[in-house]
């Protein structure tokens, strides 16, 4: 059965990185994308980025370029994002998700990643 | 950016009635709409794309409806699991700047 496996929970600095792991299994990774989305708490959704696990093509929301960087691993089907110079406000839980094929929309997703920014 | 407006923000709803969200876009979007269900310490799950196709194991109860600005998801007969957060999402442009709307709590009446 598809899984989409996150790492576990992150406590860190403003100005700091931190970068979260999605392990997959039971599907073919390189036919279907990976996306992240985050969720403040008691906020809704926030699309942060995609990537290609093909080609390693990425497509980043605005408000994230240049702070965010999203790469694959092929030999152990594994997405990293990695966020950078982290504010109060990055404080949220982080999902990644497989895109179905032929939409930009998300069909199967990981538990979550709740990472905070806490001096 | 395309902004989602979801209303109203909260449905109170009695079992076995019908509930009906709104989705509003800023622009129009074709019927590049989907949406998801996400209960507490949940991720978000599927329900609809393409603003009226149910995901693959989704009730006939949930439907989805409109095109353009206006979109639509109802459920025709809520049963206790259905209590949640619903979510529109818009996945109009390439390369993609995919927005969410802002939910809408569907509560016990």
């Known amino acids: 059965q598809v899984q989409l496996v996150q790492s576990g929970a992150e406590v860190t600095k403003p100005g700091a990185s931190v970068k979260v792991s999605c392990r997959t299994s039971g599907y073919t990774f390189s036919i279907y994308a990976i996306g992240w989305v985050r969720q403040a708490p008691g906020q809704g959704l926030e699309w942060m980025g995609r990537i290609n696990t093909y080609n390693g093509d990425t497509n980043y929301a605005q408000k994230f370029q240049g702070r965010v960087t999203m790469t694959t691993d092929t030999s152990t089907s594994t997405t990293y994002m990695e966020l950078r110079s982290l504010r109060f406000d990055d404080t949220a839980v982080y999902y990644c998700a497989r895109e179905t094929v032929g939409s930009l929309t998300f069909d199967y997703w990981g538990q979550g990643t709740l990472v905070t920014v806490s001096s | 950016e395309i902004v989602m407006t979801q209303s109203p923000a909260t449905l109170s709803v009695s079992p076995g009635q019908r509930a009906s969200l709104s989705c509003r876009a800023s622009h129009t979007i074709s019927s590049n709409l989907a949406w998801y269900q996400q209960k507490p310490g949940q991720a978000p799950r599927l329900l609809i794309y393409?603003?009226?196709t149910r995901a693959t194991g989704i009730p006939a109860r949930f439907s989805g409806s409109g095109s353009g600005t206006e979109f639509t998801l109802t459920i025709s007969s809520l049963q206790s699991e259905d209590f949640a957060v619903y979510y529109c999402?818009?996945?109009?442009?390439?390369?993609?700047?995919?927005?969410f709307g802002g939910g809408t709590k569907v509560e016990i009446k």
């Open positions: 393409a603003a009226s």
């Open positions: 999402q818009q996945y109009n442009n390439w390369p993609p700047a995919l927005t």
